[in-house]
């Protein structure tokens, strides 16, 4: 258990609806990462929180938004979802941004759209 | 740009042989991350290493960095079917102050009873 919770497991929804993706972090980890793996990207890198600031971005798509809370827990919100947004999405945690940072892992979510 | 190349990227194996699975870095970092990923769950952390000549070993996995060659290998020894998943590596980069990990696209072993 990493101790990164995300809700919830599975998600299932059509095209064109919204969909909120929630995240809390290990215990006194300050920094969120959100990533998208699917079949034929592989993991990419949506985008990164740390102490309630968003600190970097990745191939993360303008339907697409996040936001980190005081209480340290995230949430990623995807809009006007298209098929190809079906996917395992992940969250994970660090203490801190930085080189010696191992990420943790949630369990996931996996969205698929009909 | 930081670019991080693994191979094979798919294995499939017999239980009891060896092998090696190889990352490549583009450039300097001295620190590389290995990660095991079983389908359908979750990346749990396997290796963490943090120097030049780092070797950490665990069980029938072990893994090195070679910082001059950007070079990091996790080798199997007598493989058994548990040991079946995809292990990515990642690099921090130093490109920007959050060092971002950049992911190798990950190598899927299959290790046949």
């Known amino acids: 258990d990493s101790g990164v919770t995300q809700t919830p497991k599975h998600l299932i929804t059509a095209t064109g609806q919204r969909v909120t993706l929630r995240c809390s972090p290990r215990?006194?980890?300050?920094?969120v990462y959100w990533y998208q793996q699917s079949l034929d990207q592989g993991l990419q890198f949506l985008i990164q929180?740390?102490?309630?600031?968003?600190?970097a971005k990745g191939n993360i798509l303008e339907r697409f938004s996040a936001q980190q809370f005081p209480d340290l827990h995230s949430e990623l919100n995807l809009s006007s979802l298209e098929l190809g947004d079906s996917a395992l999405y992940f969250c994970?945690?660090?203490?801190?941004?930085?080189?010696?940072?191992?990420?943790?892992f949630g369990d996931g979510t996996r969205l698929s759209i009909l | 740009e930081l670019k991080v190349e693994q191979n094979p990227l798919f294995l499939s194996m017999q239980e009891g042989k060896n092998y090696t699975i190889y990352c490549n870095y583009s450039?300097?970092?001295?620190?590389l991350y290995w990660y095991r990923q079983d389908p359908g769950k979750s990346l749990e952390s396997l290796f963490v290493?943090?120097?030049n000549g780092a070797v950490k070993q665990e069980g029938r996995l072990m893994a090195s960095l070679d910082t001059k060659a950007r070079l990091s290998t996790l080798h199997i020894t007598a493989a058994v079917h548990d040991l079946s998943a995809t292990y990515f590596c990642?690099?921090?980069?130093?490109?920007?102050?959050?060092?971002?990990?950049?992911w190798g696209a990950g190598t899927k072993l299959i290790i046949k009873p």
């Open positions: 994970a945690s660090s203490f801190r941004p930085g080189p010696n940072q191992p990420q943790h």
């Open positions: 215990s006194g980890d300050l920094s």
């Open positions: 929180y740390y102490n309630g600031e968003e600190r």
């Open positions: 450039t300097t970092s001295d620190r």
């Open positions: 290493l943090l120097s």
């Open positions: 990642a690099v921090p980069s130093a490109l920007d102050s959050n060092y971002q990990l950049i």
